[in-house]
């Protein structure tokens, strides 16, 4: 067997891997790489395969991460079944084409801005039409009940407790008169999330490939639900906006279920709550329709008490364009849940326009905000953003609450891993940056004795039962230019500290040398700002 990683390899985004069994080829995930435009500019390359040749996709999950590439496979060529829950492939039905209305979007605003600069025209990465096209080649699949494909390759899907319909998927493939298992973790979800149930006890693998959002770090201690009714409170006592970055499935239904709960226990006023994205109300629609996947908890209380937590009295479904602009007329504190949830699209950027630079608002983010990310920006301490062309000053309170996390920990991932009774003879750390990824995997390694690897984009691993080695991959994942770029900022970056220094002896060997230096390092900063003004499209 041989497995190559196309994504989520040194990166939380663009999920995908390619599983070649024998002369049968498999996708596991086909995501779109989001976050700066040099990660975003991976869309548009050519796949690293020929997609017709692919016989199968197997998809973890709805979320575009690691769906939205799918309509951009099947309009190249590829033909096959793709394997989801019956909830993964509900959602995807609305999330595709909504992804799909986006690029049709961006390439128009791109080809307007570049038809006055002299540009070529760009072609969306793929269209409405191609998404619905797609949905058509989805095949639904049961959790835990094996499904044979061939004399050489059986899978089956086990709840990742991550998102509704989002699942583990365990690979067994026999090649040589060997079989060996894989286990590809999807990204897998906090134990006791509301609505959704916990992930499922896996005993064995001969391989993991296993997420690592947070594999190096621990969600924040202490309630959640305490820290999100201070923050409701304390913004209402202001009189600013809640406003809260949120991805349309998932986070948006848990967060609705947890103020449910607060408003039923007086904890919080009954102040109104907007959920201002169309894809998270059909997404809460697709919830509603589906309570084979929830809890114990989530079930009684919806089927037992009849109580419905995600249609609160107080609650508005802002659908069109002038609802969600009317939002932001009004004159008295409210909670704005609006996608996307790491702030770089949609109908937030409105909201983040209207209330950053509001003392008495407050932003709180509740998921993870991926390097070049406006979201991960405004969590580093930006002074200033811009958006939609227009300089926003930061001076609401910002505040980040990773106990909201649809992701497990480390500690939640390393007690996962505990139930294994036969060591897996590699873990793949894979959708995780450097600083998640590296003390993950080095903690495994010290604490369990199994082996771990760090696959780079385009590493491939040749697996032979359980004796396996890497390919290492020879291949960029940013482009030319983009190198050529970061290579000579960072030898800037060595002669910076020599730079500081001097010019610090230069000011302490005679202070009135300081008002002609700083004159000069500002000058600095007005090219370099000016530059990125006149430059950037």
């Not at 990824?437 to 385009?458: D, L, Q, R, V």
Request: glycine share 8%; proline share 5%; with cysteine.
């Amino acid at each position: 067997m041989r497995l190559t990683f196309l994504g989520a390899a040194g990166m939380v985004t663009g999920s995908s891997y390619l599983l070649e069994i024998g002369q049968k080829k498999f996708l596991i995930d086909c995501g779109l790489f989001q976050g700066s435009k040099a990660i975003m500019a991976l869309n548009r390359r050519d796949f690293l395969y020929n997609p017709a040749e692919i016989d199968a996709v197997f998809l973890t999950h709805a979320h575009i991460d690691h769906s939205g590439l799918l309509p951009k496979l099947c309009n190249s060529g590829f033909k096959g079944p793709i394997y989801a829950t019956k909830a993964t492939a509900e959602l995807c039905s609305i999330m595709l084409p909504d992804s799909a209305h986006i690029q049709e979007f961006d390439a128009e605003i791109a080809n307007r801005k570049g038809q006055r600069a002299g540009r070529k025209p760009v072609e969306p990465l793929y269209t409405v039409a191609d998404a619905y096209a797609c949905l058509n080649q989805f095949s639904p699949a049961a959790y835990d009940t094996k499904l044979t494909l061939s004399e050489e390759v059986t899978i089956q899907f086990r709840d990742a407790g991550h998102i509704l319909g989002s699942s583990m998927i365990e690979v067994w493939g026999t090649e040589n008169g060997q079989t060996a298992k894989i286990l590809f973790s999807g990204d897998m979800g906090q134990p006791d999330q509301p609505i959704i149930k916990d992930p499922a006890i896996i005993e064995s693998a001969d391989y993991i490939v296993l997420e690592s959002t947070y594999g190096g770090r621990q969600h924040e201690p202490g309630d959640p639900i305490e820290l999100l009714a201070k923050y409701v409170n304390d913004t209402a006592a202001k009189g600013g906006n809640l406003v809260i970055p949120s991805f349309a499935v998932g986070r948006t239904q848990t967060l609705l279920y947890h103020l449910y709960k607060l408003f039923k226990a007086g904890s919080i006023p009954e102040i109104p709550i907007f959920v201002d994205s169309p894809l998270a109300i059909a997404a809460t629609n697709v919830f509603l329709k589906n309570s084979q996947e929830y809890d114990k908890e989530a079930y009684d209380l919806m089927y037992g008490d009849q109580e419905q937590p995600l249609r609160l009295p107080q609650l508005v479904y802002t659908k069109t364009a002038e609802e969600s602009k009317a939002i932001n007329s009004l004159d008295k504190p409210a909670i704005i849940i609006s996608a996307s949830g790491m702030a770089d699209a949609g109908r937030i950027l409105h909201h983040l326009k209207h209330n950053l630079w509001r003392p008495e608002s407050t932003i709180l983010f509740v998921g993870y905000q991926s390097q070049g990310s406006l979201g991960r920006r405004i969590l580093d301490g930006a002074r200033k953003v811009k958006i939609m062309g227009e300089e926003i000053s930061v001076r609401a309170e910002i505040h980040n609450m990773e106990g909201f996390s649809a992701h497990a920990d480390q500690s939640q991932l390393t007690s996962w891993l505990k139930n294994f009774t036969t060591k897996p003879a590699n873990i793949f750390i894979v959708h995780g940056e450097e600083d998640r990824s590296e003390p993950f995997g080095k903690m495994i390694n010290e604490e369990f004795g199994i082996a771990t690897y760090i696959p780079k984009y385009g590493d491939a691993a040749q697996i032979d039962g359980r004796t396996w080695n890497i390919d290492p991959s020879a291949i960029t994942t940013v482009e030319p230019a983009v190198q050529q770029l970061r290579d000579q900022l960072e030898e800037m970056e060595k002669e910076y500290a020599d730079f500081r220094r001097r010019l610090e002896d230069l000011v302490a060997a005679n202070s009135a040398n300081l008002q002609a230096v700083l004159k000069r390092v500002e000058k600095i900063r007005t090219f370099v700002k000016k530059t990125l003004s006149d430059l950037w499209s």
